[in-house]
């Protein structure tokens, strides 16, 4: 079984730029999370999508956006990018099962690593 | 908020020993999920353990066991026989249950573990 795959692998932007990273989930997963990570600030929750709708979002500007497609892949947008920016941008997907999110677990793909010039 | 507190930065462990990684909890929720993840220098998060707040039983995998003391909210990891391949940062994280809060992970700081051959 395929696991969560992110791409691309590295990004180089430019400060005022927009970045847009991919996800796919692993097959039959319904919900993809986005998390930062950054150095010195630790990884943090930054979006939820599930069944094709944002379920919540962690404490990001709008700048920080995404979208989750019909086949569970996902999209996620900076706009206007800032030095801060520069991390490395996990996506990880979970299995709903009954309603009920099977333990809860989540399943983290390789990351994306932004740089912003 | 909740919040997920890792008081050791760095442990070190001759290979073949035991060590025990920390983690500190804060949450008013009763029914709540826990997780440790490690992260090789890959950069790939992988679910070592997790526990369900309503089980009083400790979680065990393999080499891997949780020490997890709901009343002082504390969920430690213990590593036996520690091999090289271990060494890795370990991230010690909560999730709320389903319906509740933010439903991404909240992570703590991490610990990165050495193992000396």
């Known amino acids: 079984e395929a696991g969560v795959t992110q791409s691309p692998t590295h990004l180089i932007k430019t400060r005022g730029q927009q970045a847009t990273l991919r996800c796919s989930p692993i097959?039959?997963?319904?919900?993809v999370y986005w998390y930062q990570q950054a150095l010195g600030l630790g990884l943090q929750f930054l979006l939820w999508?599930?069944?094709?709708?944002?379920?919540n979002r962690g404490n990001f500007p709008p700048r920080f956006s995404g979208r989750q497609f019909p086949n569970y892949s996902s999209e996620l947008n900076v706009n206007a990018l800032e030095l801060e920016d520069s991390a490395l941008y996990l996506c990880?997907?979970?299995?709903?099962?009954?309603?009920?999110?099977?333990?809860?677990?989540?399943?983290f793909g390789p990351g994306t690593r932004l740089t912003v010039l | 908020a909740q919040t997920v507190t890792q008081s050791q930065p760095e442990m070190s462990v001759q290979e073949a020993e035991t060590v025990t990684l920390s983690c500190t909890y804060d949450?008013?929720?009763?029914?709540?999920?826990l997780f440790w993840y490690k992260q090789p220098p890959s950069r790939q998060m992988i679910l070592v353990i997790r526990?369900?707040?309503?089980?009083?039983q400790n979680a065990t995998e393999n080499r891997f066991s949780v020490n997890f003391q709901k009343a002082a909210k504390s969920f430690s990891l213990k590593i036996s026989d520690s091999q090289l391949g271990d060494a890795a940062m370990y991230f010690c994280?909560?999730?709320?249950?389903?319906?509740?809060?933010?439903?991404?992970?909240?992570f703590g700081k991490g610990t990165h573990l050495i193992i000396q051959p």
């Open positions: 994280a909560y999730r709320d249950p389903p319906g509740g809060g933010a439903d991404g992970l909240t």
């Open positions: 097959s039959g997963h319904t919900s």
């Open positions: 990880a997907s979970s299995l709903k099962r009954g309603g009920f999110y099977l333990y809860n677990e989540q399943f």
């Open positions: 949450t008013s929720e009763s029914d709540y999920y």
């Open positions: 999508y599930d069944e094709g709708e944002e379920r």
């Open positions: 526990q369900e707040a309503y089980k009083q």
